[in-house]
Nanobody, 127 residues
Framework: QVQLVESGGGLVQAGGSLRLSCAAS????????MGWFRQAPGKEREFVATISWRGANTYYADSVKGRFTISRDNAKNTVYLQMNSLKPEDTAIYYC????????????????????WGQGTQVTVSS
């Protein structure tokens, strides 16, 4: 079992930055690939970024590539999402998720591959 708790959301002006954190419980955090997803009002949940369990491999949605950076600290059981150059269209609830990885280099970008989800944190970007 893995429990996930997101933090760091808030209200920011366009062009600003936020750093989201996701704290995980459980001793096997390092065996999980981690991902961030988001859901805007009236829209389906969409993939944002993912990172392999050792942090060597990352993958981003085209909409955030070059602006967002995913990272992890396995010693702290925490994954981060650094969001720069925020746009109003980034407004959404951001969810952290964990997927049991079968190889240290694996990452996942489809929601159904993730077994554990946090409750989400609201990010609002004003224009």
């Amino acid at each position: 079992q893995v429990q996930l708790v997101e933090s760091g959301g808030g209200l920011v002006q366009a062009g600003g930055s936020l750093r989201l954190s996701c704290a995980a419980s459980g001793r096997t955090f390092s065996s999980y690939a981690m991902g961030w997803f988001r859901q805007a009002p009236g829209k389906e949940r969409e993939f944002v970024a993912t990172i392999s369990w050792r942090g060597a491999n990352t993958y981003y949605a085209d909409s955030v590539k070059g602006r967002f950076t995913i990272s992890r600290d396995n010693a702290k059981n925490t994954v981060y999402l650094q969001m720069n150059s925020l746009k109003p269209e980034d407004t959404a609830i951001y969810y952290c998720a964990a997927a049991l990885a079968y190889s240290s280099g694996n990452y996942y970008y489809r929601a159904f591959e993730y077994a554990y989800w946090g409750q989400g944190t609201q990010v609002t970007v004003s224009s």
